[in-house]
């Protein structure tokens, strides 16, 4: 894998599991279970437009890079992973908005800030456009509406 690709993949994915980490505070604060496809998408806005700090950026660097590494290394038995069995019928999802909980921690009073101005986030580059493009396709597949 060249330098520049492996650069690139290590924080689209520092920044995946960045809004994983936000997406479970979500979930946890609003009083859910598991984490529901509102808190995963809310997580992803919020890491879009929240810058992180710095320790956050270097420990979300290092997971992405472990990643990489993890993808990338040739002991990978990654074809070998059974998939999960999908063959129970799901029901097409109703669209909707997406539901907020009410917490007034600061990471969710933020979250919800970044959902009420996320129609007017401009991307400034190509990585935050691709960030930008996942969200768009969470929102189609769930038919969630960010309002």
Known sequence: MDEVFESLMTVFL??????????EILS????????????LITGLVYRL????????????LTKGKDMVDRLC??????NDEEEEDTSD????????VIERNTCTCAICTTARTCLLNYRTH??????????????????????????
């Open 14 to 23: 520092a920044q995946i599991d960045s809004a994983m980490s936000i997406s």
């Open 28 to 39: 946890e604060h609003a009083g859910e279970k598991e984490m529901t496809p509102d808190a």
């Open 49 to 60: 437009m929240t810058p992180m700090e710095e320790d956050e950026m270097q420990g979300a």
């Open 73 to 78: 290394s040739p002991d990978s038995d990654s």
């Open 89 to 96: 019928e799901v029901e097409d999802p109703i669209e909707r």
């Open 122 to 147: 401009e991307t400034q580059d190509p990585l935050s456009e691709k960030f930008h493009n996942a969200i768009e396709h969470a929102c189609s597949t769930h038919k969630l509406l960010i309002q």
